[in-house]
């Protein structure tokens, strides 16, 4: 399928990690159209990261 829709950007992020996200935050803030680049695959905060919702004394090595 061939897409004929163009795209322009003023600034291009690569990579969505902490600084890439928040320099896209400030970018589209400041209202500058911004295209952020990210290779890494969906994280699932709950189930990637399961310790999220404990609290510090229920962590089995504190």
């Known amino acids: ?5 163009d ?3 003023d600034a291009i992020v690569i990579g969505a990690g902490m600084t890439g996200g928040w320099a896209a935050k400030e970018l589209c803030e400041q209202g500058i159209k911004t295209l952020l680049l990210e290779r890494g695959r969906n ?3 709950i189930k990637d990261y399961p310790t999220t919702n404990m609290q510090p004394w229920e962590f ?3």
């Open 60 to 62: 089995p090595h504190r």
């Open 43 to 45: 994280v699932e905060h």
């Open 1 to 5: 399928m061939a897409d004929n829709t």
């Open 7 to 9: 795209h322009h950007f």
